[in-house]
């Protein structure tokens, strides 16, 4: 299972450098493997994944977590409040114990009270965005440094690490242009350079989720939780407790995410979060509510977001047209091979589409690659949804004894 | 029994607004500041005559906002995506409007034409997506959303549609005065009530016909209460989700209408962008119901305003937003404690009649 297992994985990681190497390749664009891409793609994906992992833990245990952006914009309220006083790792603290006061909300009203989730989770967004907005201004705004809407800069940093002597050589190995190999020693040289001890411990969280979910006991019952509470409860789950313990992690997930943010930029600014609360329950739908693939789709959002924010020559955006092509007509090739005829002929036809619109024009405006992440999120619904399967009970509410 | 029902749903809300004020009043004493002069200063700014003027427009736009999300609550489909169908419509309603020379009531129903389409299209691509591919609209309506403020961003700045509408700000050309519905001022003379705002009185009251004396509003609140009977029955949940999308998309494409043809003239980027959010909590406090609805949008409105000269007591107008949170979140579980309760009293009042007859037997 696990031989099978990391036997996909190499694979798929193997098809995604291919790709990014032709496109590479074609365009000669070398930011899109670089080192440092790599590396800020990684902090870009780190909160968005943290969203996601979030979204996985409450989801598991059937409760939707829509409050997700409310709990990460506690969390960069949190760090940004704690880290400008009495440092970083304050704030990370601060940050996760706001996102679980959150997570805390959530629980009561929708697990206590059986609240309808999406409503109780959309006036746990307004809420969070209200307190923060008003703390801001009573507590920052004479702060020095600070302003209406932003605390004052976080003190201290979180340790970074950078690998020399893997860094230098792998980098020099990138410039060369090889195909496959170049991009290869790019990719792995971005992992090793100024990676943050939080980025470490995300992905910890991650392999720490997908053991205690999927291989404990505990990670039966609570995935039990949100499959068929009731036979749960008949079997002597304390269903009610474990989805409190997965909503409050929940939470506090989503504030570390949030903390990351903050921290990312140096201080709380207000509306930092930007949706992405939002597009980590998005990754967690397109990851199959899982951790592989939820950490796949934080990925892709972090990968264009960098391409799009460090592009100079306004050449990123158009190789990332050229890698869009490429993959739909990679996936339009399998789906002609499993003989599902429409979806293949959708799939070259889009691919067509993008080829066209990369040759016909010469740069294309950096609101190309502001949107494309949330169509392939789209593109991905739209042809897997059947494949995808949330926990059967995921958002009914339960009460002991209330089954009908 | 209707006058217990109408009873037992006011005493949600009411717990609602009593909770989040004591809890308001204990931040307020917390940041240090008086309690009731805080309140007091609301009160008396919030009942001027502009400020009265300035909540039912803003109360419009919640209202269109609100209906148009609970178009979807009543069959069970969450609408997030109001706020990417009301951009979308209100930059359409721009474009269309700005190169209208009609006659006044001729341009503005072609403009409020264009924005319904505009934001029907945009949700008819949720309801296609939940339709034909299964895909939760909950979801994509989100994703939508993001697509949407996308598209606008991309049109205003790099294409013609936008034009430097004041310093360094770019928007839609601006509309004619003939192609603007700015209303009439009735309660302060310097501040118009918006001519939506009567429309809206309309839309409220064609909500209701439809939702209730229709064929159409039987089967949606049908869908909605068992989606499996209305089924069985014949109703055909396909289209209903179809024409229930599309339906909430068009009256969602109306909420920017308000304050484009009333206020701005142009559709700028510093246009709005969170009012489908509060159509939500709005759709939620007046439990889908036009009347409901009216009520919470003025209260929502009355907040927004109200707070709006609170700096001067040195407090952040954002008060009013942690109230109208808590007004959200207290009011939707009291709601769910009320029904319970009812639930059980029913039980108990059916339990007490059978032992009667039992005992009779």
Do not use: C
Request: charged fraction near 10%.
């Amino acid at each position: 299972m696990t031989y099978l297992k990391s036997r996909r994985f190499i694979g798929a990681a193997f098809t995604a450098i291919t790709m990014l190497s032709i496109t590479r390749t074609i365009t000669g664009n070398g930011d899109l493997t670089s080192t440092v891409t790599i590396a800020q793609a990684l902090v870009f994906a780190s909160p968005i994944a943290l969203a996601g992992l979030a979204g996985i833990w409450a989801e598991r245990a059937g409760v939707i977590n829509i409050g997700l952006e409310g709990m990460m914009i506690l969390g960069t309220f949190g760090a940004g409040w704690a880290g400008w006083q009495w440092g970083v790792w304050a704030g990370v603290l601060a940050g996760v114990i706001f996102g679980a006061i959150g997570g805390l909300l959530l629980a009561v009203a929708a697990v206590t009270f059986g609240v309808d989730q999406i409503i109780a989770g959309t006036a746990i967004n307004l809420l969070a965005l209200g307190l923060t907005k008003f703390l801001a201004i009573v507590l920052f705004t004479n702060a020095p440094g600070g302003g209406q809407a932003q605390s004052p800069p976080i003190k201290g940093e979180i340790p970074t690490f950078t690998i020399e002597s893997i860094v230098e050589p792998l980098t020099s190995l990138h410039e060369k242009g090889i195909f496959f190999i170049s991009d290869l020693a790019g990719i792995f040289a971005g992992l090793f350079y100024h990676l943050s001890l939080l980025t470490i411990i995300t992905f910890l969280l991650f392999v720490m989720t997908s053991y205690l979910l999927w291989k404990t006991a505990f990670g039966l019952r609570l995935r039990s939780a949100g499959e068929n509470p009731w036979a749960a409860d008949s079997l002597g789950v304390k269903v009610v407790q474990f989805k409190y313990a997965a909503v409050v992690f929940s939470g506090m997930l989503a504030g570390l995410g949030g903390a990351y943010l903050s921290i990312a930029s140096t201080i709380y600014r207000n509306g930092n979060t930007a949706g992405r609360g939002f597009i980590g329950l998005a990754t967690m739908i397109f990851g199959d509510w899982r951790p592989g693939g939820t950490a796949a789709g934080a990925l892709m959002f972090g990968y264009i977001d960098t391409l799009r924010l460090i592009d100079t020559g306004n050449q990123n955006v158009k190789g990332l047209i050229l890698l869009g092509a490429i993959i739909l007509f990679a996936i339009g090739g399998i789906m002609l091979r499993r003989a599902r005829r429409n979806s293949a002929i959708g799939f070259l036809l889009l691919g067509s589409v993008m080829i066209g619109a990369y040759f016909s024009a010469s740069s294309f405006p950096p609101e190309v690659a502001q949107v494309a992440p949330y169509i392939t999120t789209l593109l991905v619904l739209a042809t897997a949804s059947q494949n995808l399967r949330p926990p059967a009970a995921d958002g009914v509410p339960y009460r002991k004894g209330d089954h009908h | 029994m209707n006058l217990r029902r109408i009873g037992t749903s006011l005493i949600a809300p009411a717990i609602g607004l009593f909770i989040s004020l004591a809890v308001t009043a204990v931040i307020l004493v917390a940041i240090g500041a008086s309690v009731s002069t805080v309140f007091a200063s609301m009160w008396t700014y919030g009942t001027s005559p502009r400020a009265m003027s300035l909540m039912l427009n803003l109360a419009t736009i919640y209202f269109l906002s609100a209906l148009a999300v609970s178009i979807g609550f009543k069959m069970n489909l969450f609408n997030i995506g109001v706020n990417g169908q009301y951009v979308l419509g209100a930059l359409a309603a721009g474009v269309v409007a700005s190169n209208l020379t009609l006659p006044k009531f001729a341009s503005v129903t072609i403009t409020i034409l264009a924005a319904m389409i505009v934001g029907a299209l945009w949700a008819g691509i949720a309801a296609w997506l939940k339709v034909a591919r299964g895909v939760s609209e909950v979801i994509s309506t989100i994703m939508l959303n993001f697509i949407a403020i996308g598209i606008i961003s991309y049109l205003i700045v790099r294409t013609s549609i936008g034009t430097e509408t004041s310093l360094n700000i770019r928007g839609t050309k601006p509309i004619p005065e003939s192609g603007m519905l700015r209303g009439i001022a009735f309660i302060d003379p310097g501040t118009p009530i918006y001519g939506f705002f009567f429309i809206s009185i309309i839309i409220g009251i064609g909500y209701w016909f439809l939702l209730n004396r229709t064929r159409f509003g039987f089967d949606l609140r049908a869908t909605g209460k068992s989606a499996s009977a209305a089924r069985t029955s014949g109703v055909q949940s396909n289209r209903m989700i179809y024409v229930t999308m599309l339906l909430s998309g068009a009256v969602a494409g109306l909420v920017g209408l308000p304050y484009l043809l009333g206020d701005t003239g142009t559709y700028s980027l510093q246009f709005p962008t969170d009012w489908g959010f509060t159509g939500i909590a709005i759709a939620l406090l007046g439990r889908n119901n036009p009347i409901g609805i009216a009520l919470g949008a003025i209260l929502w409105a009355f907040l927004d305003i109200s707070s709006g000269q609170l700096i001067l007591e040195g407090v952040p107008r954002e008060i009013s937003t942690i109230m109208q949170g808590l007004i959200v979140i207290v009011v939707v579980i009291s709601y769910e404690i009320v029904r319970r309760y009812q639930v059980k009293s029913e039980q108990t009042s059916v339990a007490k009649a059978l032992a009667k007859q039992e005992a009779s037997v």
